[in-house]
């Protein structure tokens, strides 16, 4: 399994922005599909974004598009979610996983590695 360790989570007002990073270790990190999901207190995990292995594709969750870009530096094994517009509603702990596809993975339930995870909280 890849092992993820999720950074760059933290306190931020409304309207700000934030980009979270995941270091991936153990494993290739190119053969693996990344993904972001979060989950709030008292809510199910949700998906938030996906990567193919290659960075050419990407998939957002409908709350998140057109405010958030997921990218990928195969050469850093790092995935960053650059998060812009802050909304109190973002505020959960946001999660990575990996799954060893090429093609982007929509569901948790495709991913069989995951981080820590890192709090994300926006508020004025």
């Known amino acids: 399994q890849v092992q993820l360790v999720e950074s760059g989570g933290g306190l931020v007002q409304p309207g700000g922005s934030l980009r979270l990073a995941c270091l991936a270790s153990?494993?290739?990190?190119?053969?693996?599909?990344m993904g972001w999901f979060r989950q709030a207190p008292g809510k199910e995990r949700e998906f938030v974004a996906a990567?193919?292995?290659?960075?050419?594709?990407?998939s957002y969750g409908d709350s998140v598009k057109g405010r958030f870009t997921i990218s990928r530096d195969n050469a850093k094994n790092t995935v960053y979610l650059q998060m812009n517009n802050l909304k109190p509603e973002d505020t959960a702990v946001y999660f990575c996983?990996?799954?060893?596809?090429?093609?982007?993975?929509?569901?948790?339930?495709?991913?069989?590695?995951w981080g820590q995870g890192t709090q994300v909280t926006v508020s004025s």
């Open positions: 153990g494993r290739t990190f190119s053969n693996y599909a």
């Open positions: 996983a990996a799954a060893r596809s090429s093609w982007y993975k929509v569901l948790s339930s495709d991913y069989n590695s």
């Open positions: 990567v193919s292995s290659s960075g050419a594709y990407a």
